[in-house]
């Protein structure tokens, strides 16, 4: 029954998806500066032929609809084209990229939880305590930190005058471990080679804190008062009427319900980081997504934009799913 | 009379600050409750009933205090206890049932394992056998113990298809079922003493009379005693043995239910049974009692009721004592003391 | 005729009355305080930024580029230091508040109007123009913005007014999802339907009636979203798509300052110092005034 509600839940999301492959096909055509100009501008002087033969090569010389109408039923097949700058397609280019996104994704998501329930946890606990005090503000500057700012301000401080941590890249020229799932994280571990291990967590850990710092600020605000909200509720007082230990009653009976707004939020938040965050990639020139789509833009690559919203469209959408069936295991009152 | 005591209260008193200043809850209140007793505490919103009975189990917590007193159960001051010896006793030898069971229930646990909970939190069917906390994790033995006398209960409190209930979630049940699990929960460890606070008052009034039933049951049966707070005379007048009223933070009458309930002393007691509207063939006039309830902020010095009372005159300034009038029935109000004027 | 201004005189007294408690309200709430004095300080020096900047924040004196600031020369010239064009960073930063502060409230005051007008008429009227909208804030929402942003920049070009476009664009969306659903739940109670029976214009309705009902949390998570246009229009003109050089943007500062962080790095350091604080003050006062107005948006 459950899944039968999960794929009607996909279902749904397709003519959203379709709606921003529509959205973004407009948009590129839209935005002035010939392609095959660009193109060509690095190749020199050209003759019209080549001129032309390229743009038959793109289909760029058919009307609009018959491009759109190209390109849709390329999307439905799995084809998301060909990249004009690159000559590669689409699919593959993204495809590359998406592990080191995916990598600075799970690793920001990872340190904003770590750092960012327990706060929430123990400020609502104690209260107008010193520890609740400090945290909030901690949280309020974590919120408003421009994160490219952060970023820099990072590696100023840690790779340019400690000289801890390096400045940018993924990983030291030549570390890189066997593909297996494209991370290189746990490709290093999966091939038990420990230098590609360690110099790839030093490369992850600035980029990872620049992001992981704001997410934790937002969810140690959201759990401190979720917390506070659960904490005033009867049942709590019945558990420790029932002669409960306090931990239990904090973590066992007020945490779950607790939890519910939060993991919204959290879901939100993944689908924009797994989307690239294009500013802290760019800071550390961390080849992901993100950077991918920028260049595209100015390289006025069309199908490679285009691709690049798709996929930031289909991993909102399938994070805001993923929260809802997230939402049904933990508050038994919601069926999707 | 000594040996029949569940539990004394002397002279507790129970503060909340606020910014608005200190809120006594609970003024200097003294009870005692009998074994297998039924006792009813009976009073107004707001006059401290329900503080009364989380004070016992120390369930008060900041801003509020308990400042004062002692509470003497199974001969230990429970005032005294450290806090782990105090969660022995909650729900093990002293348990609580609160008055809106929706809100009560944990919504995302399932009933059953919220009764079974009683059960593993004070250990009742861990083997003596120290095997250590992971091997009280996997104890399947127990977890099959555990969930048959939760089956149990769940039967003895009168909820049916108990093996089914037992995996729903509490929205799934109705008003009164969610009761019968509150009580349930209470019942788990066989305590020697239920806190009711007004159990029915969020239920229907046939639901209620269900409710009410099964803990006199629980108290015939098992000699539990009960203390039950409600503000509804009716209830209390049909279902307790004995009935304190409680007006402001303090007891100001107690005695055997009908000598309260046909011969009340206080005034304030006669002014409740007064405004209690009766259907009789002639329409009749209600008298409620003039004024309002006080606000626990600044209370008057001396007998909280007197500005409401008829009755008062300028000695009642000062707290009146107890007197016992009739064979256990003890009022506190200076129309049945003389006064002594201050030297 | 008589009725109606005299009730008019009625409304705005009580609208006045309104201000004047949350302002005093807004003052005891310490972190509110905190934020609204230091926005007032922000927006006081926007204001007279032109009149008080030490140096010329436009043109600099090339034997001065990258001075260090004045801890370290002892001279009180270049009290934050020098960019890599010889120019005064803190006189940049003085006036840089102006690009700020200005493209900030106007983005968002933008989109809470087209957003809230929007939003309350879709959700009275329903039918196809609500759909339609609805759809459309869907599909804009799973637009990355940045990407819509950056698009948009390189379609039109760099500019104030294109940025605030870009900024407009998906901006909007959040506060008509916010007051449509507002005005939903509003338009299903009595007093819509009372004046209705009383033969009121629906626009009338609308803006009388549950506008005035449903402003208090526009405000609120108006406040909260200002900070983040402020933060989006740095990042882009981070990246070099918001106002261009020479005029100060803080963005961009940081941006110029990325190739002398080993040796300068106050130039990209302060100007993020300098959004860090507007940003946070506006937070701050967010918060205050979502305490007191409406304790109900709890969730970011």
Redesign the interface.
């Given at each position: 029954m459950r899944f039968v509600k999960i794929i009607e839940r996909i279902l749904a999301a397709i003519p959203v998806m379709l709606g921003v492959a529509v959205m973004v096909f407009a948009f590129m055509r839209l935005t002035p500066g010939d392609p095959v100009d660009l193109m060509m501008g690095e190749a020199g002087v050209v003759s019209k032929a080549e001129i032309q033969t390229i743009r038959e090569q793109f289909k760029l010389d058919q009307p609009l609809p018959t491009q759109l109408f190209h390109y849709l039923s390329g999307l439905v097949r799995g084809d998301l084209g060909t990249s004009f700058k690159k000559k590669e397609p689409v699919g593959k280019l993204i495809f590359d990229r998406f592990p080191a996104t995916m990598e600075l994704a799970l690793g920001s998501l990872l340190l904003g939880l770590a750092m960012g329930i327990p706060i929430g946890i123990w400020s609502a606990v104690k209260q107008s305590s010193a520890l609740d005090r400090i945290s909030m503000l901690g949280a309020f500057f974590g919120i408003s930190m421009p994160p490219f700012w952060l970023g820099l301000i990072l590696i100023i401080f840690f790779s340019a005058t400690l000289g801890w941590l390096p400045v940018s890249g993924r990983i030291t020229y030549g570390l890189a471990p066997t593909s297996i799932t494209g991370m290189y994280m746990v490709d290093s571990l999966l091939t038990g080679r420990m230098d590609s291990f360690l110099s790839s967590l030093e490369h992850l850990l600035l980029p990872s804190v620049t992001l992981g710092l704001a997410l934790a600020s937002i969810i140690a605000r959201i759990m401190r008062s979720s917390m506070l909200e659960v904490m005033r509720q009867d049942y709590v007082t019945l558990a420790r009427a029932k002669g409960n230990r306090e931990f239990i009653v904090v973590h066992k009976h007020a945490l779950r319900n607790a939890l519910i707004p939060t993991v919204t939020v959290v879901g939100i938040q993944i689908g924009v980081l797994l989307g690239g965050n294009m500013i802290v990639e760019s800071v550390f020139g961390w080849p992901g997504i993100g950077r991918l789509a920028v260049d595209a833009i100015f390289a006025r690559d069309y199908p490679l934009v285009q691709g690049v919203v798709i996929i930031y469209s289909l991993t909102y959408v399938m994070a805001n799913l993923a929260v809802d069936i997230l939402y049904t295991f933990l508050n038994p009152k919601i069926t999707l | 009379m000594e040996q029949k005591l569940c539990l004394e209260i002397n002279h507790l008193s129970t503060l909340f600050k606020t910014r608005k200043g200190v809120v006594k809850a609970v003024n200097d209140l003294s009870l005692k409750v009998g074994r297998g007793e039924l006792l009813g505490l009976v009073g107004e919103s707001g006059c401290g009933k329900s503080v009364t009975l989380l004070s016992i189990l120390r369930l008060i917590a900041y801003p509020g205090e308990i400042t004062h007193g002692s509470l003497l159960f199974e001969g230990e001051d429970l005032l005294k206890k450290s806090p782990s010896g105090i969660r022995k006793i909650r729900g093990r030898k002293i348990s609580m049932v609160f008055q809106d069971p929706m809100t009560t229930l944990n919504p995302v646990f399932k009933v059953g394992e919220q009764i079974r909970e009683s059960l593993v939190i004070h250990r009742l069917f861990h083997s003596e056998k120290g095997s250590g906390f992971l091997g009280h994790l996997f104890d399947g033995q127990r977890k099959k113990k555990e969930y048959r006398r939760a089956i149990e209960l769940m039967e003895q409190v009168g909820i049916s298809s108990p093996e089914a209930r037992y995996f729903e979630f509490p929205h799934q049940f109705s008003g009164g079922m969610q009761q019968r699990g509150l009580i349930a929960i209470a019942l788990a460890c066989n305590p020697s003493l239920i806190l009711a606070d007004e159990p029915t008052t969020a239920l229907d009034v046939t639901i209620q009379a269900q409710i009410l039933e099964l803990l006199k049951k629980i108290n015939q049966e098992r000699n539990t005693s009960i203390v039950l707070v409600t503000h509804n005379l009716g209830v209390a007048s049909e279902f307790c043995h004995r009935i304190a009223v409680m007006y402001a933070g303090r007891i100001v009458e107690i005695g055997k239910v009908d000598d309260v309930i046909q011969n009340p002393l206080h005034p304030y007691t006669q002014g409740l049974l007064n405004s209690i509207p009766r259907i009789t063939k002639e329409p009749q006039k209600i008298e409620p009692i003039p004024g309002n309830v006080p606000d626990l902020i600044d209370l008057p010095e001396g007998c909280a009721f007197m500005p409401r009372c008829t009755w008062s005159k300028d000695h009642c300034h000062e707290v009146p004592e107890w007197k016992e009038m009739d064979e256990d029935h003890f009022v506190r109000c200076f129309l049945y003391q003389p006064f002594d004027s201050p030297a | 005729m008589q009725n109606r201004t005299y009730f008019l005189k009625i409304r705005l007294r009580l609208f006045f009355q309104n201000l004047w408690d949350i302002l005093v309200r807004l003052i005891a709430h310490r972190t509110a305080l905190l934020g609204g004095i230091l926005i007032c300080l922000f927006l006081i020096m926007a204001f007279i930024a032109s009149w008080i900047v030490p140096q010329n924040p436009f043109e600099g004196d090339l034997f001065q580029r990258l001075t260090p600031p004045f801890w370290k020369t002892g001279k009180m010239t270049f009290l934050l230091g020098g960019d890599e064009l010889g120019r005064d960073i803190l006189s940049r930063i003085i006036y840089g508040s102006r690009i700020s502060i200005w493209i900030g409230f106007l983005s968002v005051g933008i989109s809470m109007l087209a957003g809230a007008l929007l939003g309350a008429f879709a959700g009275y009227y329903r039918g196809l123009f609500d759909e339609l909208l609805s759809?459309?804030s869907?599909?804009?929402?799973?637009?990355?913005f940045?990407?819509?942003a950056?698009?948009v920049m390189?379609?039109m070009g760099p500019g104030f007014w294109n940025l605030i476009f870009a900024l407009t664009f998906k901006g909007w969306v959040e506060f008509f999802r916010l007051i449509r659903g507002e005005v939903l739940s509003e338009t299903t109670r009595e007093y819509v339907e009372a004046a209705r029976a009383a033969g009121q214009k629906n626009w009338v309705i609308i803006l009388r009636e549950i506008l005035p009902n449903v402003i208090h949390s526009l405000i609120v998570l108006g406040t909260l979203r200002l900070?983040y246009m402020i933060?989006m229009e740095?990042?882009l003109s981070?990246?070099g798509l918001g106002i261009q050089p020479p005029t100060p943007a803080w963005?961009s500062m940081?941006n110029s300052?990325?190739p002398y962080?080993?040796n300068a790095?106050w130039i990209?350091?302060f100007?993020?110092i300098a959004?860090?604080m507007l940003?946070?003050s506006?937070?701050?006062l967010g918060?205050g005034l979502r305490d007191i107005l409406d304790p109900r948006l709890?969730?970011?």
């Amino acid at each position: 029954m459950r899944f039968v509600k999960i794929i009607e839940r996909i279902l749904a999301a397709i003519p959203v998806m379709l709606g921003v492959a529509v959205m973004v096909f407009a948009f590129m055509r839209l935005t002035p500066g010939d392609p095959v100009d660009l193109m060509m501008g690095e190749a020199g002087v050209v003759s019209k032929a080549e001129i032309q033969t390229i743009r038959e090569q793109f289909k760029l010389d058919q009307p609009l609809p018959t491009q759109l109408f190209h390109y849709l039923s390329g999307l439905v097949r799995g084809d998301l084209g060909t990249s004009f700058k690159k000559k590669e397609p689409v699919g593959k280019l993204i495809f590359d990229r998406f592990p080191a996104t995916m990598e600075l994704a799970l690793g920001s998501l990872l340190l904003g939880l770590a750092m960012g329930i327990p706060i929430g946890i123990w400020s609502a606990v104690k209260q107008s305590s010193a520890l609740d005090r400090i945290s909030m503000l901690g949280a309020f500057f974590g919120i408003s930190m421009p994160p490219f700012w952060l970023g820099l301000i990072l590696i100023i401080f840690f790779s340019a005058t400690l000289g801890w941590l390096p400045v940018s890249g993924r990983i030291t020229y030549g570390l890189a471990p066997t593909s297996i799932t494209g991370m290189y994280m746990v490709d290093s571990l999966l091939t038990g080679r420990m230098d590609s291990f360690l110099s790839s967590l030093e490369h992850l850990l600035l980029p990872s804190v620049t992001l992981g710092l704001a997410l934790a600020s937002i969810i140690a605000r959201i759990m401190r008062s979720s917390m506070l909200e659960v904490m005033r509720q009867d049942y709590v007082t019945l558990a420790r009427a029932k002669g409960n230990r306090e931990f239990i009653v904090v973590h066992k009976h007020a945490l779950r319900n607790a939890l519910i707004p939060t993991v919204t939020v959290v879901g939100i938040q993944i689908g924009v980081l797994l989307g690239g965050n294009m500013i802290v990639e760019s800071v550390f020139g961390w080849p992901g997504i993100g950077r991918l789509a920028v260049d595209a833009i100015f390289a006025r690559d069309y199908p490679l934009v285009q691709g690049v919203v798709i996929i930031y469209s289909l991993t909102y959408v399938m994070a805001n799913l993923a929260v809802d069936i997230l939402y049904t295991f933990l508050n038994p009152k919601i069926t999707l | 009379m000594e040996q029949k005591l569940c539990l004394e209260i002397n002279h507790l008193s129970t503060l909340f600050k606020t910014r608005k200043g200190v809120v006594k809850a609970v003024n200097d209140l003294s009870l005692k409750v009998g074994r297998g007793e039924l006792l009813g505490l009976v009073g107004e919103s707001g006059c401290g009933k329900s503080v009364t009975l989380l004070s016992i189990l120390r369930l008060i917590a900041y801003p509020g205090e308990i400042t004062h007193g002692s509470l003497l159960f199974e001969g230990e001051d429970l005032l005294k206890k450290s806090p782990s010896g105090i969660r022995k006793i909650r729900g093990r030898k002293i348990s609580m049932v609160f008055q809106d069971p929706m809100t009560t229930l944990n919504p995302v646990f399932k009933v059953g394992e919220q009764i079974r909970e009683s059960l593993v939190i004070h250990r009742l069917f861990h083997s003596e056998k120290g095997s250590g906390f992971l091997g009280h994790l996997f104890d399947g033995q127990r977890k099959k113990k555990e969930y048959r006398r939760a089956i149990e209960l769940m039967e003895q409190v009168g909820i049916s298809s108990p093996e089914a209930r037992y995996f729903e979630f509490p929205h799934q049940f109705s008003g009164g079922m969610q009761q019968r699990g509150l009580i349930a929960i209470a019942l788990a460890c066989n305590p020697s003493l239920i806190l009711a606070d007004e159990p029915t008052t969020a239920l229907d009034v046939t639901i209620q009379a269900q409710i009410l039933e099964l803990l006199k049951k629980i108290n015939q049966e098992r000699n539990t005693s009960i203390v039950l707070v409600t503000h509804n005379l009716g209830v209390a007048s049909e279902f307790c043995h004995r009935i304190a009223v409680m007006y402001a933070g303090r007891i100001v009458e107690i005695g055997k239910v009908d000598d309260v309930i046909q011969n009340p002393l206080h005034p304030y007691t006669q002014g409740l049974l007064n405004s209690i509207p009766r259907i009789t063939k002639e329409p009749q006039k209600i008298e409620p009692i003039p004024g309002n309830v006080p606000d626990l902020i600044d209370l008057p010095e001396g007998c909280a009721f007197m500005p409401r009372c008829t009755w008062s005159k300028d000695h009642c300034h000062e707290v009146p004592e107890w007197k016992e009038m009739d064979e256990d029935h003890f009022v506190r109000c200076f129309l049945y003391q003389p006064f002594d004027s201050p030297a | 005729m008589q009725n109606r201004t005299y009730f008019l005189k009625i409304r705005l007294r009580l609208f006045f009355q309104n201000l004047w408690d949350i302002l005093v309200r807004l003052i005891a709430h310490r972190t509110a305080l905190l934020g609204g004095i230091l926005i007032c300080l922000f927006l006081i020096m926007a204001f007279i930024a032109s009149w008080i900047v030490p140096q010329n924040p436009f043109e600099g004196d090339l034997f001065q580029r990258l001075t260090p600031p004045f801890w370290k020369t002892g001279k009180m010239t270049f009290l934050l230091g020098g960019d890599e064009l010889g120019r005064d960073i803190l006189s940049r930063i003085i006036y840089g508040s102006r690009i700020s502060i200005w493209i900030g409230f106007l983005s968002v005051g933008i989109s809470m109007l087209a957003g809230a007008l929007l939003g309350a008429f879709a959700g009275y009227y329903r039918g196809l123009f609500d759909e339609l909208l609805s759809r459309f804030s869907e599909i804009l929402l799973a637009f990355p913005f940045l990407i819509f942003a950056i698009g948009v920049m390189a379609m039109m070009g760099p500019g104030f007014w294109n940025l605030i476009f870009a900024l407009t664009f998906k901006g909007w969306v959040e506060f008509f999802r916010l007051i449509r659903g507002e005005v939903l739940s509003e338009t299903t109670r009595e007093y819509v339907e009372a004046a209705r029976a009383a033969g009121q214009k629906n626009w009338v309705i609308i803006l009388r009636e549950i506008l005035p009902n449903v402003i208090h949390s526009l405000i609120v998570l108006g406040t909260l979203r200002l900070g983040y246009m402020i933060i989006m229009e740095a990042s882009l003109s981070f990246l070099g798509l918001g106002i261009q050089p020479p005029t100060p943007a803080w963005g961009s500062m940081v941006n110029s300052g990325r190739p002398y962080m080993l040796n300068a790095w106050w130039i990209s350091t302060f100007p993020g110092i300098a959004l860090l604080m507007l940003v946070l003050s506006i937070n701050l006062l967010g918060e205050g005034l979502r305490d007191i107005l409406d304790p109900r948006l709890k969730i970011d």
